[in-house]
């Protein structure tokens, strides 16, 4: 069985969840850039499942949107991910200035489609 994740989120700058596998894994890591950025701390749960705790740098977190990925592999402490990881979950970060005004020009976007929409349903209902 490959492994599962499920997101719980985060709070306090912690990502956790709960991983299902039928084996612990060698090391769970939060991922960016391909560079291993935090490691999991994981506590036994029932079954085949452990709750996973990652805290994220504070050096990740700036303006912008940042990807992290998390990787289940073999790797010991401090090694790089290896080819056989196997990926688990994605986690988007986005905060700062950057985002409101991404934010504004979706909404713009938005609104010019539905003006547009609206003028040529009613083009459509006119000649119906």
Known sequence: MMPKFEDYGVRGGVWSGRLTATRLPGRVCATHLGEVVAEAVMTEAAGNAWDLRVALPAALISEGVTSLIL?????????PVGPASVHLARLNLAAGRVLDDDVAAELALLRS???????????FAAEA
């Open 71 to 79: 990787v289940a592999d073999e790797g010991g402490p401090g090694a």
């Open 113 to 123: 489609e539905l003006e547009l929409l609206k003028r040529e349903f009613r083009r």
